[in-house]
């Protein structure tokens, strides 16, 4: 049965930070890019960072860099987003999902092979 499960979202202050993981299960996730998608409410799913599974290239949208750290560990067959410095408008269900090799990168919506279900990030004071 393969499987992406997202975990480590909640409620957290303006300022503050979360770690995300995505957890594979169900195949190897060595040779798989991994993006974190978000979907905030009201608006649609953005693609928001990725890192390739071929050369570990890293990709962020301009609303995330500088603030945001895409990370996988092939041993513990699982994807990170670390997220500091968070925005109220950062508010949002996460979603991680894989590709084949590299990063479809910024435009990689429709070229994922699975989906996590989500977790909810609340950014408030």
């Known amino acids: 049965q393969v499987q992406l499960v997202e975990s480590g979202g909640g409620l957290v202050q303006p300022g503050g930070s979360l770690r995300l993981s995505c957890a594979a299960s169900g195949f190897n996730l060595d040779h798989y890019a991994i993006a974190w998608f978000r979907q905030a409410p009201g608006k649609g799913r953005e693609e928001i960072s990725c890192?390739?599974?071929?050369?570990?290239?890293?990709y962020y949208t301009d609303s995330v860099k500088g603030r945001f750290a895409i990370s996988r560990d092939n041993a513990k067959n699982t994807g990170y987003l670390q997220m500091n410095s968070l925005k109220p408008e950062d508010t949002a269900v996460y979603y991680c999902?894989?590709?084949?090799?590299?990063?479809?990168?910024?435009?990689?919506?429709?070229?994922?092979?699975?989906w996590g279900e989500g977790t909810l990030v609340t950014v408030s004071a």
């Open positions: 890192i390739s599974g071929s050369d570990g290239s890293t």
């Open positions: 999902a894989v590709e084949r090799l590299s990063c479809s990168w910024p435009e990689g919506y429709y070229g994922m092979d699975y």
